[in-house]
Every structure is written in C-alpha cells, then in structure tokens.
C-alpha cells in the first residue's frame, strides 16, 4: 500500500514538472533565440517575460477547435494525443537520481527506443487525417525520416550496452562512476545527438514540419489545444532525448557536491539550450540528402563504431 | 562538417553583442527633421493661418484624405472654412506638403497617434494649426504676393517698389 502510494505520488510529480518545464522552455527557447539573434525576446509580461507562457497557453485554449470537415474526425482527435502520450510514457525509465524513477526496467534502453519511435503514429495519422496535400506530404516525410534515423539510434547505443553490459539505464549510469561512455563512445554519442534531433523534428531536421516549403507540415490544419498538444510533444521529446543523452553518456546524475537531481537537471538543460543553439544557427537540409546522410554515412559509421566496440571488448577479455 | 561547427560557434558568440532592439515606450527612436509623420497646418510670423484654401493639398492627396472649403474675409484674404484629415486613411507620402504653394500645411516627426476609436483619427482644423511656422521661418505668403488682403498695402511688400506717381514728370 505504502508503496502504491509511493510510485503514485512520484508519477504525478514528474508528470506535473515535466509538463510545466515543456510549458516554460517555449520562454527559454525564444529567450535563447532572441539572444543569438541580437534581440531582447519577449521580456514584458511577468519579470523577464516569464509570463508570456500564461498568457500563451491562455490563447491557445481560447482559440476556435476547428476541425475541417474534409478531415477524418476520429483519427484527427486522436492523434495529437499520441506524441505526448508516447513521449511522456518514455519518461518512466529515465533514472532522474538513485530514487527518483518510476521504474527500472531491465530493458529499460529498448523500452525508450520503442516508445519514442511510436511518436512517429501521430505524425502520420496526423498528416494522413487531415486531408491536406501538405500535411500528407509532411507525414510522409516523417514516417520515412523516422524509419532510417531509428535505425542507428539503436545502433549508436548498442556500444555503451556492450561497455556496462545491461539494457538497464541505473547501471549504464552507475557504469559511468570512473568516466563518462562519451570519453569511450564519442562516436556513438555525436550520432545518437544526431538521430535525437531527427527524433524530436527539431532544426535542421524539422523536414516534416518545414514551414517554408510545407506551409506546417503535418499539423498545417491544427489549431487550438490539439496543436498545443503537438507543441508539448515536441518540447517534451527535447527533454527526453536531453535526458536520455545525459544518463547514456554523461553519467547521469553522477557529479560530486551537489545532489543528483541537481547534476541531472544542470546537465540535461545544457543539452536542452544546445538544441535551441541548433535552431538557430543550422540550415534544413533537402529531404534527399537528409536520406543519403542517414543511410549512406551514419549507419556505416554507427556498424563500424559497433565493429570496433566489439573487438576492443573481446580483446580486453 | 566543419563549415556547421563554425556556424553554431559563430552563432553562440552572437549571444555576446549588443542588441539590435530598441525598447520602444522606454527608449525613443530617433526621428530626422525630414521624417514624414503626423500633418500639421503652420501660421506664418504675424500668427495668422498661412493657408489659402487653393484646393492643391486635396488634388494632390493619392487617398484622398484631405478635405477643405475655401472662403474670404472681408478684406478678401482666403483661408479654409474647414480643413479635415481623415488619419485612418493617410499614407503620409507627403505629396500635400510638396503641392502647397504656401507652405502652409507640412508633415512632422511624430508617429504616436494611436486611438482607441476610429473617428479620432478625424483631424479638424483646431486639431490641425499650430503656433508655430514650421519649416520655413518668417516667410509669409501675403508678403510676397501681389494681391493685398489685409496684411501689406499697396507697393510695401517684400521685392516691391512703391507705386509710380504718373502724374509727377520727376524720375
């Protein structure tokens, strides 16, 4: 009983933080764009134009629901649900510090994969159910972009599962007690980064959405609330692959002096700003050559790095 | 791949410069003399209205904002009976500014005119004259012309001679 409680009162908690974090990073993301961009970003409302998320979420909620009428209803709803649903499902394995998690799978690496390709089912029925060319054509270029960076992305991470031995992510970070796997795997760790923003669809990889050749992409006919739900999808999927960066190669909460959430939380906003830098300083790539990148480049790389991985491995013992 | 590294490095030195903003009500931006903003009708030096009603304003206006009746004193000096500039409409080119033949009605550098309601936009002549000659100091239009109405008498303006006695054989 005493443990039921327990687990419920830790969901609700991250459920609530992450939520919250994913609302305020639409402030840091145009703070930090302002600030490469050499301008100030909103700094009105609220100190430092914090509010500017009340007064965001507010609208959103207060906009038209419009559903097209050439739009197939059912699956119209139903898809932006799925983003957040999937992406906040990955959360449950990611260890948070020592006691902080909700459950530690033993396949907790290959439960993150999983859920986090099942983002890709909103894209698709998102953009299929609209009934728009565009959007198709954004859905189409997500299911396929999302098929060949899924491919490495389990390779890249393959090697770490081979150096700590378990798919369970407490001990990849408690395998990182001597040094951090992206001392020994940094290969791996710059093609994971890589795959993680094809993942999230954010820039340069934002090709399904690409709103200068695609008007939005896969959510050109959302408004309201089911697009803020897309909005948070694709903020929570930032912090999850930060997350999953941190614990896979950076030592997770590892760090000396202050507490592990502390380090975990420090460390994963760093990534989190490095994809916000991303956007503002990276072009988008053509969707030909976001292809030939994925299959003719990263995935030789990612087997040659699980080659060398393996061989080192043997070798040693 | 270095080209990339190079941008996003390039791109986080940005976070060092200084910001392009202007923080508008706190901060003013610098507005030129030539600015073109709200419209103004100027008074010549003796503080009487410098416009005569000729119409050119209004003929030239592009979005025809402008609208005006002409009338007369008793000592036959024109000015408008009323001058109307509807704001919703202008464009402030300017072209009302380079038709008047007496500089009466200029353009200044002032842009905050806001309104709440639409018709505040309607400027009359009241809203319009200001105590003041503008661009052009002590010129007065009735001074040079030849017409008097009031402001010089016969042969007292400026560039005249007084009139010839042409009874009077003395050079």
């Known amino acids: ?56 979420t507010i609208k959103l909620f207060f906009k038209e629901d419009w559903i097209p009428p050439f739009a197939e209803k059912a699956v119209f709803v139903f898809a932006p649900a799925i983003v957040a649903a999937a992406v906040l499902l990955s959360f449950v394995v990611v260890p948070f510090a020592p006691d902080i998690l909700v ?9 993150f994969l999983a859920m986090s390709s099942l983002g890709v089912y909103s894209i698709v029925l998102g953009g299929w ?37 378990s798919f369970r992510l407490t001990d990849i970070v408690m395998a990182q007690k001597d040094f951090w796997f992206v001392v020994t795997q ?28 695609l008007v939005a992409g896969f959510h050109s006919e959302y408004s309201g609330m089911k697009f803020g739900m897309f909005f948070i999808g694709e903020y929570l999927g930032i912090i999850l692959i930060s997350a999953m960066v941190v614990t896979i190669f950076f030592g997770g909460w590892l760090g000396p002096v202050l507490p592990p959430v502390v380090w975990f939380t420090l460390k994963t906003f760093v990534f989190i700003i490095f994809f916000i830098l991303l956007r503002a300083s990276l072009p988008r790539p053509r969707y030909d050559q976001l292809m030939e990148y994925g299959w003719k480049i990263i995935l030789p790389i990612a087997l040659l790095n699980l080659l060398i991985t393996g061989g080192i491995t043997l070798l040693k013992n | 791949m270095i080209s990339l590294l190079r941008s996003i490095g390039l791109i986080f030195l940005h976070m060092f410069r200084k910001r392009e903003t202007i923080q508008y009500p706190e901060e003013k931006v610098v507005l030129h003399p030539r600015w073109r903003g709200r419209i103004v009708l100027t008074r010549d030096p003796d503080g009487g209205e410098r416009c005569v009603g000729c119409y050119l304003c209004a003929a030239a206006c592009p979005v025809d904002c402008i609208s005006l009746q ?22 402030f080119c300017g072209y009302c500014e380079e038709a008047c033949p007496t500089y009466a009605i200029q353009l200044t550098p002032d842009f905050e005119m806001g309104e709440y309601n639409r018709q505040n936009l309607v400027y009359e002549k009241e809203d319009l004259l200001i105590d003041s000659q503008g661009k052009y100091p002590g010129y007065n239009y009735y001074k040079v012309a030849g017409l008097a109405a009031g402001v010089k008498g016969k042969g007292e303006g400026a560039n005249e001679e007084p009139p010839v006695d042409i009874r009077s054989l003395i050079p």
């Open chain 2, 70 to 91: 002409a009338t007369e004193d008793e000592q036959g000096r024109r000015y408008p009976a009323f001058f109307r500039i509807n704001f919703s409409r202008c464009i």
């Open chain 1, 186 to 213: 940094p290969v791996a760790f710059v093609l994971f980064l890589t795959a993680g923003i094809a993942e999230t669809h954010r820039l340069p990889f934002d090709i399904p959405e690409a709103e200068s050749e």
């Open chain 1, 1 to 56: 009983m005493n443990e039921i409680l327990k687990y419920t009162l830790m969901i609700v908690i991250i459920l609530f933080t992450l939520t919250t974090i994913a609302a305020w990073l639409i402030w840091l993301e145009r703070r930090m764009l302002a600030l490469w961009q050499d301008r100030y970003g909103p700094n009105r409302a609220g100190p430092f134009g914090l509010f500017i998320v009340v007064a965001d």
């Open chain 1, 103 to 111: 459950a530690d799978l033993d396949i907790g690496l290959l439960f």
């Open chain 1, 129 to 165: 159910a609209s009934n728009n060319k565009y959007s198709l054509l954004g859905a189409l270029r997500g299911a396929s972009q999302m098929i060949s960076y899924e491919v490495f992305m389990g390779l890249s991470l393959m090697g770490v599962v081979m150096l700590s031995g």
